[in-house]
């Protein structure tokens, strides 16, 4: 398959955190936005990042703003749709997402999701890992815990997105599984999907950071 372009995705109101935008929190000498477009970049053949409001807040990042197409804070699955369809316009096959308040994903896990896709006529493939790292993910039918914001999507099934959140569907396992979406197992020491939802989360990233991470 081609290389997937790749969408950040930033649309959450980050509540846990007094709002504003996660992505923008100082991580070192860098925002965690820098570091999560340091480790995306290299992987993909082109960046955007959805995100809702003024987009000139990202203006420093050269990154195009995609908004979401359906309001009220709707979930991931809104952000996958406008990078899909953003993907569409530029006569790509498919995209890989990340979450931007996760600086410490792995550098290698655009070829990982695309091997795990070998064979699917569409691929749809989450990042998943052992269960024990974060209780409160989706759970797979197999025990894993899997990261609904990190996953390999294709372009093909936007329509079929689109539809079904129009029906009122949320929960981003429930499409997937619908569509026989696979997981790609990640077993990193750590937990290499780390999200930053509170301030005791950013001086750990901090932490973390400033070791080497």
Known sequence: MKQPLGVIL????????????KGLLRLGSSTI???VIARLGPQVTGLALNANGDPARFAGFDLPVL??????????LVGVLAGLDWAAAQGAESIVTVAADTPFFPRD????????A????FPLVLAATPRGAQETKSMSGSGLIRHPTFGL??????DDLRAALGAGLRKVVIWTDKHGGREALFEEAGDPFFNVNTPEDLE??????????
């Open 109 to 116: 896990l655009v070829a990982r999701l695309i091997l795990a």
């Open 153 to 158: 999507w294709p372009v093909a099934l936007r």
């Open 10 to 21: 930033a649309g959450g109101r980050a509540t846990r955190m007094g709002g504003g935008d």
């Open 204 to 213: 750990q990233a901090r932490d973390r950071s400033g070791a080497g991470a």
């Open 67 to 76: 908004g979401d197409s359906i309001e009220g804070f709707a979930g991931p």
């Open 118 to 121: 070998e064979g699917m006529t």
């Open 33 to 35: 936005l820098d570091h």
